[in-house]
């Protein structure tokens, strides 16, 4: 079975990518002179999701000055400078424009002592965060105030700090507006964009810009967009067609448009939901088996093909996967679906679930006249078992069809079937194919109903 290799495979060729444009550039060279300042390992890590990464273990050192410098450019993000001994760092950022310029601040405090030349951007970015530091601190004190406020003195602290919000808004807006065209402005979007709601969202992220993908920002758009449809139920056909328009923003900047499609393969691979299975498959098969997204390497792509193929496998109009499972009355194994020539049931079920008592009473129910149909049922109990614990089942739930475990878990049906949930039901032809996949009690009653004539 495919694991979290894929994952680290798609990053590591993510990185290698980002490294393949880096060496066509011009270098970089970031030199720092700190004052109050001891010798000690200067290290340079970029953000990549909502972690760091390391980049250069340790910069090159003269006295009080220490360079970061190479011959190839550095993929533009944002950057943290931490000095190990002192256990201080600050963020900078790198574009792809310049990469050479100088910076001079007091260990003691880096943020407002910073001086930058060579870099207006950074150093407008210094005094940005300079004003965010001010406002926070305004913020802190408003929010103790309110805290030990009497409650006549609160109407009156709150609208203090709604003005303040107001004014951080604006401050942030006009900081964008002012370096418009930029990375910095670029950056300031992109971490704002979620305070507006996701139909406003995207309005403020330039998915043409590849730095933001070493930033938390970009990353947490996608985030938030992926849950807007999944916390909705939305069908996996809205997920699918929602998720097209949202990846077509990144046409024209590969490195945006490899991270996004990557970064939703390798979500909607790990996040179990009935109907999901069909949204990875698409992704599958339009980005990275069609090779749409250029340059993945073989072994990527096989295993990508793989786990395709095991969701696939429980879509309507693919084979039924003819598992290995115990019988529960006697401990022996049989291929469920050998010899059918019929249409099945086959309904997965569990202990203590209520919705599968009604389902399975449902299909009791019908069963004789599903049987006059040419229908016949059989049960999968989704929990792990002993063979007495099995016939114990049996016993109590008195089916009058086939019930079967995997007691030895090596059939992998909930891979095949995708079993995430129960209960759920696949209908199957005669030719082993599968016509439909039925979830909730509901609609497998209403199955049972229609193929029972009634």
Not at 195 to 212: A, H, I, K, P, R
Not at 330 to 350: C, K
Request: aromatic letters at 12%; a neutral charge.
């Amino acid at each position: 079975m495919v694991n979290d290799m894929v994952r680290k495979l798609i990053l590591l060729w993510l990185v290698a990518a980002s490294l393949a444009n880096m060496a066509m550039a011009q270098g970089h060279k970031i030199q720092i002179k700190f004052s109050h300042y001891f010798p000690q390992k200067v290290r340079l890590a970029y953000y990549y999701e909502d972690k760091q990464y390391l980049q250069v273990d340790s910069a090159a050192q003269s006295g009080n000055i220490v360079t970061f410098e190479g011959k190839n450019n550095l993929p533009a993000g944002i950057y943290s400078v931490i000095l190990d001994s002192s256990h201080v760092s600050f963020e900078i950022l790198i574009d792809k424009q310049n990469q050479n310029f100088q910076m001079k601040c007091d260990v003691q405090d880096p943020q407002k002592t910073m001086k930058v030349t060579g870099s207006e951007m950074n150093a407008r970015f210094f005094d940005y965060q300079r004003m965010m530091t001010d406002f926070i601190r305004r913020t802190s004190e408003l929010d103790t105030a309110r805290k030990y406020a009497a409650a006549s003195d609160t109407a009156a602290i709150d609208k203090k700090i709604s003005a303040l919000d107001s004014e951080i808004e604006a401050a942030w807006k006009k900081t964008a507006a002012d370096n418009e065209g930029t990375f910095l402005a670029d950056i300031l979007n992109c971490m704002h964009a979620r305070n507006y709601g996701y139909d406003q969202m995207y309005d403020y992220v330039n998915f043409q810009q590849s730095g933001l993908i070493r930033t938390p920002f970009y990353y947490n758009v996608i985030r938030a967009h992926i849950a807007r449809y999944l916390n909705a139920n939305a069908s996996h056909y809205e997920i699918i067609r929602k998720n097209d328009w949202l990846i077509s923003k990144t046409l024209g900047n590969a490195d945006m448009y490899h991270y996004m499609t990557a970064y939703m393969l390798n979500f909607y691979r790990t996040f179990f939901k009935l109907g999901i299975n069909e949204v990875f498959v698409h992704l599958a098969d339009r980005y990275f088996l069609s090779d749409t997204v250029k340059n993945l390497p073989p072994e990527n792509r096989a295993m990508i093909k793989e786990q395709r193929d095991i969701y696939a496998a429980s879509m309507p109009g693919s084979d039924a996967k003819n598992i290995r499972m115990a019988k529960t009355l006697t401990g022996d194994s049989l291929n469920i679906l050998s010899g059918n020539h019929q249409t099945v049931f086959l309904l997965f079920w569990s202990n203590g679930c209520g919705h599968c008592d009604s389902a399975e009473n449902a299909l009791k129910y019908y069963y004789s006249e599903l049987q006059r149909h040419n229908v016949s049922v059989i049960t999968v109990n989704n929990d792990k078992h002993s063979i007495e614990t099995l016939r114990q089942n049996t016993q109590k739930k008195k089916f009058p069809w086939l019930d079967v475990c995997d007691i030895e878990e090596k059939s992998f049906y909930r891979q095949y079937y995708y079993v995430v949930s129960t209960p759920v039901m696949y209908v199957i032809d005669e030719k082993n194919r599968i016509l439909q996949k039925v979830v909730g009690e509901d609609q497998i009653t209403e199955t049972a109903k229609r193929y029972s004539g009634n």
